[in-house]
T-cell receptor, first 114, second 115 residues
Framework: DGGITQSPKYLFRKEGQNVTLSCEQN?????MYWYRQDPGQGLRLIYY???????QKGDIAEGYSVSREKKESFPLTVTSAQKNPTAFYLC?????????????FGEGSWLTVV | AQKVTQAQTEISVVEKEDVTLDCVYE???????LFWYKQPPSGELVFLIR??????QNEISGRYSWNFQKSTSSFNFTITASQVVDSAVYFC????????????FGTGTRLTIIP
């Protein structure tokens, strides 16, 4: 089935450690995105990528890094510089980064700092 | 700047009642796109509908209907004869024109259907 796969579903991190969240899509979409969701809040954009080897900062990029070496993959690294990383992270994709393109989401990853 | 307001934080209704979720948006773009997503307890955001600014026709899909009114900048979502499976958080979102392609979300409305 076509879709967006995120892993792991649940992740615990010790303070000071970097962690990487995986996102893979087989929809043949050019654009991919990472969003962060905090309880009771909407989604905020961390990074997005229009095409392979290109990515742009979103609204809350500090403390995060991404790469886009393959069209189907867009991993997100939460670095130790991220002050409050505990949150729900959602990966998404769309056919292109164009107005009106529908954005589809993965199932999300819960990150907890212990 | 774009903005989406969902003033209803939480709504509870008894099963089989109708319920309307409100969404008000702000944008300076002439061309824009509005979306509704459903987030069940599993966490995934499920796409429900997309509407562009030039199409003000209301849409009905089964028990779901959407009322788009540019005059009041609103894009409300009604569930008829609600069911327990409708319990979820619902997000309204806005996509602008070129240069404003990023999706702006409202804060969501948590809908609980009481059996």
């Amino acid at each position: 089935d076509g879709g967006i796969t995120q892993s792991p579903k649940y992740l615990f991190r010790k303070e000071g450690q970097n962690v990487t969240l995986s996102c893979e899509q087989n929809l043949n979409h050019d654009a991919m995105y990472w969003y962060r969701q905090d309880p009771g809040q909407g989604l905020r954009l961390i990074y997005y990528s229009q095409i392979v080897n290109d990515f742009q900062k979103g609204d809350i990029a500090e403390g995060y890094s991404v790469s886009r070496e393959k069209k189907e993959s867009f991993p997100l690294t939460v670095t130790s510089a991220q002050k409050n990383p505990t949150a729900f992270y959602l990966c998404a994709s769309s056919r292109q980064l164009l107005p009106g393109n529908t954005i589809y989401f993965g199932e999300g990853s819960w990150l907890t700092v212990v | 700047a774009q903005k989406v307001t969902q003033a209803q934080t939480e709504i509870s209704v008894v099963e089989k009642e109708d319920v309307t979720l409100d969404c008000v948006y702000e944008t300076r773009d002439t061309t824009y796109y509005l979306f509704w997503y459903k987030q069940p307890p599993s966490g995934e955001l499920v796409f429900l509908i997309r509407r562009n600014s030039f199409d003000e026709q209301n849409e009905i899909s089964g028990r779901y209907s959407w009322n788009f009114q540019k005059s009041t900048s609103s894009f409300n979502f009604t569930i008829t004869a609600s069911q327990v499976v409708d319990s979820a958080v619902y997000f309204c979102a806005l996509h602008g024109d070129f240069g404003n392609e990023k999706l702006t979300f409202g804060t969501g409305t948590r809908l609980t259907i009481i059996p």
